[in-house]
């Protein structure tokens, strides 16, 4: 009954913040079928997001992307450094399933590296530059994200 009600405040809010509060009453109905088919599609599992650990990873992404961009910019513009791109078989901690998901999802975002598919319980990750660092860096970044999400216990 809470994730009901949080998501369907979110939601309300969102409509909010989209409308700037006009015709509240079709947001309201907007955002209660908007909560039942995300209960339906999505519903509440045993993971609970730590409000603090969600802060620190969403305002850490920002910062690592525009890090990971120019290190990618560097490695394409700079002469001296070629790039020498491949795959990396990587382990994840996540079992398969939405975390799973959702973090690749999110790690597709950064700059540099792109989880491009599963070989058994690898993910194969498609790297700018080969490096054995990109296992360890996607290692401590899931762990971040399962500790975010509630799913690290």
Partial sequence: ?????????????AWAAITGGV??????LTAAAATWCSLV?????????????LAVLLLRF??????????VARLALDPRRAPTPGEVAWTPRLPPGPAR????????????????GEAGES???????I??????????????FARAIGADA
């Fill in 62 to 71: 920002p910062w690592q992307a525009l890090r990971a961009g120019i290190d």
């Fill in 41 to 53: 599609l999505a519903p509440p599992g045993l993971h609970r997001p730590r409000p603090a650990a």
């Fill in 101 to 116: 998901d959702a973090f690749l999802a999110y790690a597709s975002l950064l700059p540099g590296t792109l989880p491009a």
């Fill in 23 to 28: 015709d509240l009453a079709l947001g309201i």
């Fill in 1 to 13: 009954m809470a994730a009901g009600a949080i998501r369907f405040a979110l939601l309300l809010l």
């Fill in 123 to 129: 993910v194969i990750i498609h790297a700018l530059s």
């Fill in 131 to 144: 490096d054995p660092s990109i296992a360890s860096a996607m290692t401590a970044e899931e762990t971040r």
